[in-house]
């Protein structure tokens, strides 16, 4: 088609053809006539359906994924070397494997200078020796505002906290609630206006 109408000779007509909008038109251009300008970035917001289906694709075991991983990579090779090499790329059908370590965990002293190592991640809330105050902090919310109650809650139950472990908590200086698809942006523009100094709680189940 291309060689009859705009007299191009395509030099990957195997490869697939980029899907151009509107969507309903069904227009379809080989990669290689493709274009693409710098600088551009994606603001189409995932739908419901999107964020549910990868956090139910993310909520799996590790073993179940990795199984799963090595099937698609299966499927995925076998039909695929040929176009990769064309490409200077070779498929390999392993894993990549790394050594990892497990981090000490770390102590915290408390004010009868008893010292502790975290317990699955967590501290008794005992006093501690020297605490910090928390005077530069604020919430931010990604659930609807008639919930209004449970951040209040919420913020009671950090000020209550710090007391017992002898950390003064001031009130918030923010309180935003936020959509969950404009979070990135907002929470820069937040962060940058308070010089990079203010501490957040977000709380996405209020």
């Known amino acids: 088609y291309f060689q009859d109408q705009y007299n191009i000779t395509l030099k990957h007509g195997y490869l697939p053809c980029i899907h151009m909008e509107p969507k ?3 227009v379809f251009i080989p ?9 551009q970035r994606c603001v189409r917001s995932l739908t419901d359906d999107q964020i549910a289906k990868i956090i139910r694709s993310s909520a799996i075991k590790p073993d179940l ?7 698609f990579a299966t499927d995925l090779l ?6 990769a090499s064309k490409f200077g790329m070779e498929l390999v059908g392993r894993p990549v494997q790394v050594k990892g370590r497990i981090l000490p965990a770390p102590s915290i002293q408390y004010n009868d200078t008893v010292e502790v190592r975290t317990n699955g ?4 809330g005992r006093r501690l020796r020297r605490a910090a105050n928390l005077d530069n902090w604020g919430i931010v919310c990604m ?6 109650l449970k951040i209040q809650d919420f913020e ?3 000020r209550r906290e710090g007391q017992k472990m002898g950390i003064g ?3 918030p200086r923010l309180l935003q609630y936020v959509r969950e698809h404009d979070f990135i942006t907002v929470m820069t523009k937040v962060i940058c206006e308070n010089n990079h100094r203010l501490r957040l709680c977000v709380d996405t189940t209020a």
């Open 156 to 158: 009671r139950e950090i």
């Open 78 to 83: 076998g039909r695929s070397r040929e176009i």
């Open 121 to 124: 991640g967590q501290w008794n």
């Open 169 to 171: 908590v001031t009130q």
């Open 24 to 26: 309903a038109k069904n």
């Open 31 to 39: 990669a290689e006539l493709i274009e693409i300008q710098e600088g």
């Open 65 to 71: 994924k990795k199984s799963r991983i090595e099937s």
């Open 143 to 148: 659930a609807p505002q008639s919930r209004d």
